[in-house]
């Protein structure tokens, strides 16, 4: 007896619902709310009254957010890079050196994944303290001059290191996951014509881990545009701009100046930067191809 159509719907209709409610649903508020301003007549407080598009006209106008966008951009062309070029080294090592100590080593490089942004932050935060910072108190004892890491010239690639540091392991993770999953007639072949070392890297691994870094990559492309808890918990440290990331600027706006229409303007803008960001991303990379 053949199915009825309506059968994978109701195997579905679980995932859509909660995809509804709670993805769909907030997207579409946020999009309403964005077409409200507040509005003050006389003495009275402001009101939100309906603006349109006037949120979206003051957004591309606003250089606190045009400014926030080309932090995180800065930030994204030189974290990304680095983050992917140590978590492909370390997957490649992992998987070239077999060993007793490679579920040790694994564990290690994973570890910093496992502590909340938040923790990671405060543990930076003292890390990165002009007066009891041990790097600090390492070059004091060498000679050097004591380096404020939290100054405002340095902030953003300080907020870059945590980042590095929390996600680089989950990273490797995945890359060496996909190295795992290489044939190993492959690289038996590979050997008898004289490949090893280096070039059974470079012409047999890499091309093999294509797939997958671009995986990663759209990945933390959009986890870069997400940036939010490392400078919110490194504010009260030292000098972090108020719109040292996107994030954190809208977060700004709805919560201390309490006009949440913008704030939802401005969440709006930024998923549709980050989406168009990836598609740009994708079509630089895959060149016509499949990836």
Same mark, same amino acid.
């Given at each position: 007896?053949?199915?009825?159509?309506?059968? &994978?719907?109701?195997?579905?209709?679980?995932?859509?619902?909660?995809?509804?409610?709670?993805?769909?649903?907030?997207?579409?508020?946020?999009?309403?709310?964005?077409?409200?301003?507040?509005?003050?007549?006389?003495?009275? &407080?402001?009101?939100?009254?309906?603006?349109?598009?006037?949120?979206?006209?003051?957004?591309?106008?606003?250089?606190?957010?045009?400014?926030?966008?080309?932090?995180?951009?800065?930030?994204?062309?030189?974290?990304?890079?680095?983050?992917?070029?140590?978590?492909?080294?370390?997957?490649?090592?992992?998987?070239?050196?077999?060993?007793?100590?490679?579920?040790?080593?694994?564990?290690?490089?994973?570890?910093?994944?496992?502590?909340?942004?938040?923790?990671?932050?405060?543990?930076?935060?003292?890390?990165?303290?002009?007066?009891?910072?041990?790097?600090?108190?390492?070059?004091?004892?060498?000679?050097?001059?004591?380096?404020?890491?939290?100054?405002?010239?340095?902030?953003?690639?300080?907020?870059?290191?945590?980042?590095?540091?929390?996600?680089?392991?989950?990273?490797?993770?995945?890359?060496?996951?996909?190295?795992?999953?290489?044939?190993?007639?492959?690289?038996?072949?590979?050997?008898?014509?004289?490949?090893?070392?280096?070039?059974?890297?470079?012409? +047999?691994?890499?091309?093999?881990?294509?797939?997958?870094?671009?995986?990663?990559?759209?990945?933390? +492309?959009?986890?870069?545009?997400?940036?939010?808890?490392?400078?919110?918990?490194?504010?009260?440290?030292?000098?972090?701009?108020?719109?040292?990331?996107?994030?954190?600027?809208?977060?700004?706006?709805?919560?201390?100046?309490?006009?949440?229409?913008?704030?939802?303007?401005?969440?709006?803008?930024?998923?549709?930067?980050?989406?168009?960001?990836?598609?740009?991303?994708?079509?630089?990379?895959?060149?016509?191809?499949?990836?």
């Amino acid at each position: 007896m053949k199915p009825s159509p309506a059968v &994978p719907w109701l195997f579905l209709s679980p995932f859509l619902a909660l995809f509804t409610l709670f993805y769909l649903a907030p997207v579409g508020y946020a999009g309403y709310l964005s077409l409200f301003i507040k509005k003050r007549a006389g003495f009275g &407080p402001a009101k939100d009254v309906f603006g349109g598009f006037a949120n979206y006209a003051r957004a591309f106008q606003d250089q606190d957010f045009l400014g926030s966008l080309g932090n995180i951009l800065k930030f994204g062309v030189v974290q990304v890079p680095l983050m992917m070029l140590i978590a492909t080294a370390l997957a490649l090592i992992l998987d070239s050196h077999k060993g007793r100590l490679q579920g040790v080593f694994r564990t290690a490089f994973y570890l910093p994944y496992t502590i909340p942004s938040v923790i990671a932050g405060l543990l930076w935060g003292y890390l990165y303290a002009k007066n009891v910072s041990p790097f600090n108190q390492i070059s004091a004892a060498l000679g050097g001059v004591k380096t404020d890491f939290l100054d405002s010239s340095l902030i953003l690639w300080s907020i870059a290191n945590i980042v590095t540091w929390t996600w680089t392991g989950y990273n490797m993770i995945t890359l060496y996951a996909a190295l795992q999953n290489v044939p190993t007639d492959l690289y038996e072949a590979a050997r008898i014509d004289g490949a090893d070392g280096w070039k059974l890297t470079r012409f +047999i691994k890499l091309p093999l881990l294509k797939p997958s870094l671009l995986l990663v990559l759209i990945f933390s +492309i959009i986890g870069t545009m997400q940036v939010f808890a490392e400078p919110f918990v490194l504010r009260p440290l030292g000098y972090v701009p108020d719109n040292i990331t996107p994030n954190t600027y809208l977060y700004l706006v709805a919560s201390r100046d309490g006009n949440f229409s913008y704030a939802a303007t401005l969440a709006i803008l930024l998923a549709g930067f980050t989406f168009l960001s990836s598609v740009a991303f994708l079509r630089f990379t895959r060149r016509g191809g499949e990836l």
